[in-house]
């Protein structure tokens, strides 16, 4: 692998930087960029990146209060390794590459999210599925620049294509458009297909679809046209971001569909309804989705989403054809049965949310988990049903206690998280949060542009 890194670059092409790409476990999109030989020199011996990538919140401070893993030193260096099947011409003068981190010794960071999610994949192999996912990406678009944006504490900001707030509105003014025509364009020139894009329910908001694929390059893609999104609002003068609640009004998720194969055939299928193993499947979601909140609902403001009536779901709950569930399952199709896991918000980290629900369906195939019966009505507002976690404490919580989710993600990614998300409440409560406003300038100047 390492003679072919050197050769590829030996031969010379016209970028003057190679920018190399990552996520963190708070999902910000992180890199740096070399020369096109100092990325030659040093690809396939590991390039040093600073363990704070993954040691800072999002306000920039080391977080504290819980043990740090092994790869957590005194600022320490981890190792980037680039997948060279994600070498693409950015722009001209421009190549990325997307990589994972490893300790020097070898073994994996157990919080690198795309090292997790692939760990994820490779077990559901053993076991004769290959995962089929898809994702729905929610933003927000505002008519200020950046600049704007942020002088205002990213508050009190003018929906962009005009106020409107009627899912699929087609009458929006052509700055919406231009916006997302822009957007797709750059998704056409560096590779990444999609699918669809609309207007989503609250002013200003977008619905764009990717074409769907296996979990890690649709997880890169993710990446990617979020990137891309944003250097297209720079270019325009535009903002836009993927906070859970941008604003006091609707909030915005990012919807994850999955179908698993065996012999070439979709395992969820059966022509008289869920098949066993799509069964077994919502019942291993179902069991791990209190503890599964916590990866899904990130941060303070994730659980701002949680109203009932309001389009995400509050209950841990499944239905057939069910949207007011948390797990709608498609049925009697043989191409196109599937899940759709409608908790994680638009600040969810796509790579661990991926590894978490692939964690739940492992564990109800395995433990062949039967759901409870479907829910038909609405499962809002129903005082029965089981909640989802509705704070980041007790989502927390609830993941450390679940066996079936630290046996598959393993006690280093489940301590570290819950201490981080414990670490995010206790900053919220010291530094200026207020937990009793719609919604804070704490967490629009927290979130807004991160993740």
Same mark, same amino acid.
């Given at each position: 692998?390492?003679?072919?890194?050197?050769?590829? =670059?030996?031969?010379? /092409?016209?970028?003057?930087?190679?920018?190399?790409?990552?996520?963190?476990?708070?999902?910000?999109?992180?890199?740096?960029?070399?020369?096109?030989?100092? /990325?030659?020199?040093?690809?396939?011996?590991?390039?040093?990146?600073?363990?704070?990538?993954?040691?800072?919140?999002?306000?920039?401070?080391?977080?504290? $209060?819980?043990?740090?893993?092994?790869?957590?030193? +005194?600022?320490?260096? &981890?190792?980037?390794?680039?997948?060279?099947?994600?070498?693409?011409?950015?722009?001209?003068?421009?190549?990325?590459?997307?990589?994972?981190?490893?300790?020097?010794?070898?073994?994996?960071?157990?919080?690198?999210?795309?090292?997790?999610?692939?760990?994820? &994949?490779?077990?559901?192999?053993?076991?004769?599925?290959?995962?089929?996912?898809?994702? #729905?990406?929610?933003?927000?678009?505002?008519?200020?620049?950046?600049?704007?944006?942020?002088?205002?504490?990213?508050?009190?900001?003018?929906?962009?294509?005009?106020?409107?707030?009627?899912?699929?509105?087609?009458?929006?003014?052509?700055?919406?458009?231009?916006?997302?025509?822009?957007?797709?364009?750059?998704?056409?020139?560096?590779?990444?297909?999609?699918?669809?894009?609309?207007?989503?329910?609250?002013? $200003?908001?977008? #619905?764009?679809?990717?074409?769907?694929?296996?979990?890690?390059?649709?997880?890169?893609?993710?990446?990617?046209?979020?990137?891309?999104?944003?250097?297209?609002? /720079?270019?325009?003068?535009?903002?836009?971001?993927?906070?859970?609640?941008?604003?006091?009004?609707?909030?915005?998720?990012?919807?994850?569909?999955?179908?698993?194969?065996?012999?070439?055939?979709?395992?969820? =299928?059966? !022509?008289?309804? !869920?098949?066993?193993?799509?069964?077994?499947?919502?019942?291993?979601?179902?069991?791990?989705?209190?503890?599964?909140?916590?990866?899904?609902?990130?941060?303070?403001?994730?659980?701002?989403?949680?109203?009932?009536?309001? $389009?995400?779901?509050?209950?841990?709950?499944?239905?057939?054809?069910?949207?007011?569930?948390?797990?709608?399952?498609?049925?009697? +199709?043989?191409? =196109?049965?599937?899940?759709?896991?409608?908790? !994680?918000?638009?600040?969810?980290?796509?790579?661990?949310?991926?590894?978490?629900?692939?964690?739940?369906?492992?564990?109800?195939?395995?433990?062949?988990?039967?759901?409870?019966?479907?829910?038909?009505?609405?499962?809002?507002?129903?005082?029965?049903?089981?909640?989802?976690?509705?704070?980041?404490?007790?989502?927390?919580?609830?993941?450390?206690?679940?066996?079936?989710?630290?046996?598959?993600?393993?006690? #280093?990614?489940?301590?570290?998280?819950?201490?981080?998300?414990?670490?995010?409440?206790?900053?919220?409560?010291?530094?200026?949060?207020?937990?009793?406003?719609?919604?804070?300038?704490?967490?629009?100047?927290?979130? /807004?542009?991160?993740?």
């Amino acid at each position: 692998m390492s003679e072919t890194r050197t050769a590829t =670059y030996d031969l010379g /092409f016209d970028a003057h930087t190679v920018r190399i790409e990552s996520t963190n476990h708070d999902g910000s999109f992180l890199g740096k960029n070399l020369t096109p030989r100092k /990325f030659a020199a040093t690809a396939s011996s590991g390039i040093a990146m600073a363990d704070l990538l993954f040691g800072l919140d999002l306000g920039n401070a080391p977080t504290f $209060g819980f043990a740090f893993p092994e790869w957590r030193g +005194h600022v320490s260096d &981890v190792e980037f390794r680039p997948d060279m099947s994600t070498l693409v011409q950015w722009k001209p003068g421009l190549h990325s590459v997307i990589g994972d981190y490893w300790q020097a010794g070898g073994d994996p960071v157990g919080t690198c999210p795309r090292n997790l999610a692939r760990s994820l &994949v490779e077990r559901l192999a053993t076991r004769g599925f290959t995962a089929c996912i898809a994702v #729905e990406i929610e933003a927000t678009l505002f008519q200020e620049s950046i600049h704007e944006a942020r002088a205002k504490g990213y508050q009190g900001l003018t929906p962009l294509g005009g106020s409107a707030g009627t899912a699929y509105h087609l009458a929006k003014s052509n700055d919406w458009v231009d916006y997302m025509s822009a957007v797709v364009r750059r998704l056409d020139e560096i590779g990444i297909e999609w699918e669809a894009w609309s207007d989503e329910d609250a002013a $200003g908001q977008v #619905e764009l679809n990717l074409v769907p694929g296996d979990p890690i390059s649709v997880c890169d893609n993710w990446a990617r046209t979020r990137q891309v999104m944003r250097e297209v609002a /720079f270019d325009l003068g535009r903002t836009v971001t993927f906070m859970a609640k941008p604003t006091a009004g609707y909030g915005q998720a990012s919807h994850i569909n999955l179908s698993l194969q065996r012999n070439g055939a979709n395992a969820f =299928y059966d !022509p008289d309804g !869920p098949s066993d193993i799509m069964r077994h499947a919502v019942g291993g979601l179902l069991a791990t989705m209190p503890g599964a909140a916590s990866v899904m609902l990130p941060q303070i403001t994730s659980y701002r989403r949680l109203v009932d009536l309001s $389009g995400p779901p509050t209950t841990v709950t499944w239905g057939i054809a069910n949207k007011s569930t948390a797990v709608r399952a498609v049925c009697g +199709h043989p191409t =196109y049965s599937r899940l759709e896991y409608r908790v !994680p918000g638009a600040d969810a980290n796509l790579y661990l949310a991926v590894a978490t629900i692939l964690a739940g369906v492992i564990a109800g195939l395995d433990r062949g988990l039967e759901p409870p019966e479907p829910v038909s009505d609405l499962a809002w507002c129903v005082p029965d049903l089981e909640r989802l976690p509705d704070t980041i404490t007790k989502a927390a919580d609830a993941l450390k206690a679940d066996t079936d989710l630290r046996e598959q993600l393993g006690d #280093e990614f489940v301590d570290y998280w819950v201490g981080t998300r414990r670490w995010e409440w206790m900053q919220f409560h010291t530094t200026g949060g207020d937990p009793f406003s719609a919604l804070s300038e704490w967490e629009s100047l927290r979130y /807004f542009e991160f993740p």
